[in-house]
């Protein structure tokens, strides 16, 4: 079983900087791509940010220069640096992995619980 534990969320006001982390755990073999989404209320789920194992980057054109995603292989870890926060950035978000994991084929994509972000003075 594996497991995605998000932590980092909270209450700031525009223009302000939140760090999100999300640690991967469990029975892992090998971790392909790692991604933060978010869910605004009435909204469907959107893609912010992924970074894949050789560390390439790709972001939602609304975040590109504001927010960036990085990765420590060696604890599996996720981060999304977030500045110059707006209040349409206001949302759950959440962590994501694509990952074999041991003893199994194949690829499996698992989630975090979403953690609170809100933009607001």
């Known amino acids: 079983q594996v497991q995605l534990v998000e932590s980092g969320g909270g209450l700031v006001q525009p223009g302000g900087s939140l760090r999100l982390s999300c640690a991967a755990s469990?029975?892992?073999?090998?971790?392909?791509?790692m991604g933060w989404y978010r869910q605004a209320p009435g909204k469907q789920r959107e893609l912010v940010a992924t970074?894949?194992?050789?560390?390439?980057?790709s972001y939602e054109d609304s975040v590109k220069g504001r927010l960036t995603i990085s990765r420590d292989y060696a604890t599996t870890t996720v981060y999304l640096q977030m500045n110059t926060l707006k209040p349409e950035d206001t949302a759950v978000y959440y962590c994501?992995?694509?990952?074999?994991?041991?003893?199994?084929?194949?690829?499996?994509?698992?989630w975090g619980q979403g953690t609170q972000v809100t933009v607001s003075s």
């Open positions: 994501n992995a694509v990952l074999q994991e041991r003893d199994y084929t194949g690829r499996v994509r698992y």
């Open positions: 469990g029975s892992i073999f090998r971790i392909y791509a």
């Open positions: 970074i894949g194992s050789d560390g390439t980057t």
